[in-house]
């Protein structure tokens, strides 16, 4: 059994890693952090985890960490990690971080929509972990960058149609709808019950943090620039997200061509689901799990590709994802510890 630790083990996402986690048959959860929660037992602070997870909560010290876990995973909020890293890369011990600190090979990009990086030097070491796209790389990568929720549905179903060169990149516009967990467990004001119940906004439109990490990605595999506009929006439901794409096709592409460009990309990866003509995506089927299902309508009328992906922002968003690239990066089979059904309600 390969021996893991969680950082920030009592986050939302940190404690849907170690719900995935517990029951994964290769490796064994070794220790647990938690600034808040130091001393505490995890059972106590997630009930649901009771007879499960029996680890007591300790407080963050590198060295005691690297002792216990030959991996580690960071859920914490962005800038920490960058502070720590280097520790755990400086004693061999592998990350995968699910904050920002190191999606960006580019300090000047990453600084440019977050804050100034304590660690510029580990940049170009970094792997960013969008699991089907960078498998190979993951795979030898001792420091991952788990991708952002939003950037997670809107490549996914992007990349393999703008690396055919089937798609006008000048036109892409996608509008992404996310449950309150992505907002984290920290209290804040816009994410109280009588903020989110009843209502549904758009919010920081056009100018989400996330919008340069699809445009760094994007650019890369079109081999040009390529600039996104990026509208989010909170619904009123605990987790999941839908993310609509427009964009039109380059002349002459046919539905027909882009389900076979999808198929081609995805039909060996187990959580990628294509959905059948005349199915669209919706995120009650994919809750709780690590699929991304992905539905497209080429509009004649209009010429516009519409595509459509749901993903549950916790899983294939989060942690899910994190798991998937601790798979790929052990050697392991990617699927491990993840073929949990969706929910069926």
Not at 171 to 195: P, Q, Y
Request: neutral net charge.
């Amino acid at each position: 059994m390969i021996r893991v630790g969680i950082v920030g083990a009592t986050g939302y996402a940190g404690a849907e890693l170690v719900r995935i986690l517990s029951g994964h048959p290769q490796v064994a959860l070794s220790v647990l952090t938690s600034r808040q929660f130091a001393g505490a037992k995890f059972e106590e602070i997630y009930p649901a985890m009771a007879g499960r997870v029996k680890l007591t909560c300790e407080k963050l010290v590198v060295e005691a960490v690297c002792d216990k876990a030959e991996l580690v995973f960071l859920a914490l909020p962005h800038q920490l990690p960058m502070t720590i890293v280097p520790e755990f890369v400086g004693r061999n011990v592998r990350v995968v971080d699910l904050s920002a600190d190191f999606r960006f090979n580019d300090p000047a990009v990453y600084e440019s929509v977050y804050q100034p990086h304590s660690a510029r030097d580990l940049l170009d070491r970094a792997v960013y972990g969008l699991s089907e796209v960078y498998f190979e790389a993951i795979r030898s990568a001792i420091l991952v960058g788990n991708p952002g929720c939003y950037p997670t549905s809107v490549l996914l179903p992007l990349i393999p149609l703008v690396k055919a060169g089937f798609l006008e990149l000048n036109t892409l516009i996608a509008d992404s709808k996310s449950g309150v967990s992505g907002a984290g467990r920290s209290l804040a004001l816009t994410s109280h019950f009588c903020e989110v119940n009843e209502s549904f906004k758009a919010y920081k439109v056009a100018s989400h943090r996330h919008n340069a990490e699809m445009d760094v990605i994007l650019s890369r595999e079109a081999e040009q620039a390529v600039q996104l506009t990026f509208v989010p929006h909170l619904i009123p439901m605990s987790r999941g997200m839908l993310t609509t794409i427009y964009v039109t096709p380059i002349k002459g592409v046919q539905a027909e061509d882009i389900r076979n460009c999808l198929t081609a990309a995805y039909s060996d990866q187990p959580f990628i689901r294509l959905c059948a003509s005349g199915r669209v995506p919706d995120t009650l089927h994919v809750k709780g799990s690590n699929y991304c299902d992905i539905g497209f309508k080429l509009d004649k009328r209009t010429n516009r590709l519409i595509l459509i992906s749901a993903i549950d922002n916790l899983v294939k968003g989060a942690a899910g994802q994190a798991v998937q690239n601790m798979n790929i990066m052990l050697g392991i089979d990617q699927a491990s510890g993840l073929l949990q059904v969706p929910y069926p309600l």
